[in-house]
T-cell receptor, first 110, second 113 residues
Framework: GQQVMQIPQYQHVQEGEDFTTYCNSSTTLSNIQWYKQRPGGHPVFLIQLVKSGEVKKQKRLTFQFGEAKKNSSLHITATQTTDVGTYFCAAGAGSYQLTFGKGTKLSVIP | SQTIHQWPATLVQPVGSPLSLECTVEGTSNPNLYWYRQAAGRGLQLLFYSVGIGQISSEVPQNLSASRPQDRQFILSSKKLLLSDSGFYLC????????????FGSGTRLTVV
């Protein structure tokens, strides 16, 4: 089945620093989604990217979908302690299911 | 608005005991429903998904089973729990068209002792 590799597994940043997590696939993706899971919580949908080269922004978060639709990134500008959590990418494999990456756990040092 | 309910929130069960976790969705019809397991706070493993009543697809072999007796009800079961069944179980739904993200329930933390 579809597999997505997500890096890094862990990231520790000082508050105010930027953060980026990457998601890569060996195959072309129909779409990619991003989720955030706060410690002790459940994953929450952030955004879906569908088009080649697509860039979407949500306040300090910038999401990109690669031109070849095989990779994606999530960039957070000037991290805050509220950004703490694990960020997952999830690749579309048809309309029924998603394949999740293993996630990047972000720690923000105040 | 659509809501998803999952219970119980936490569960401690002895090895060999049965399991039944329930998930219900409100405010939508004919949703795609999913059961995921998350071990050690990392990674989401798809266990089962369903696109309609009585239709269950299994993704991994295990001693778990799923059922969908009603359109908006999804149940995860086991006849005899193993220690390796411990984990965080998440139910999720998505519209049948599949154009939006998953909405997850709040999860059940299962500890098998």
């Amino acid at each position: 089945g579809q597999q997505v590799m997500q890096i890094p597994q862990y990231q520790h940043v000082q508050e105010g620093e930027d953060f980026t997590t990457y998601c890569n696939s060996s195959t072309t993706l129909s779409n990619i989604q991003w989720y955030k899971q706060r410690p002790g919580g459940h994953p929450v949908f952030l955004i879906q990217l569908v088009k080649s080269g697509e860039v979407k922004k949500q306040k300090r978060l910038t999401f990109q979908f690669g031109e070849a639709k095989k990779n994606s990134s999530l960039h957070i500008t000037a991290t805050q302690t509220t950004d703490v959590g694990t960020y997952f990418c999830a690749a579309g494999a048809g309309s029924y299911q998603l394949t999740f990456g293993k996630g990047t756990k972000l720690s923000v040092i105040p | 608005s659509q809501t998803i309910h999952q219970w119980p929130a936490t569960l401690v069960q002895p090895v060999g005991s049965p399991l039944s976790l329930e998930c219900t969705v409100e405010g939508t019809s004919n949703p795609n429903l999913y059961w995921y397991r998350q071990a050690a706070g990392r990674g989401l493993q798809l266990l089962f998904y369903s696109v309609g009543i009585g239709q269950i697809s299994s993704e991994v072999p295990q001693n778990l089973s799923a059922s969908r007796p009603q359109d908006r009800q999804f149940i995860l079961s086991s006849k005899k729990l193993l220690l390796s069944d411990s984990g965080f179980y998440l139910c999720a739904w998505r519209s049948a068209g599949g154009t939006y993200g998953y909405t997850f329930g709040s999860g059940t933390r299962l500890t098998v002792v």
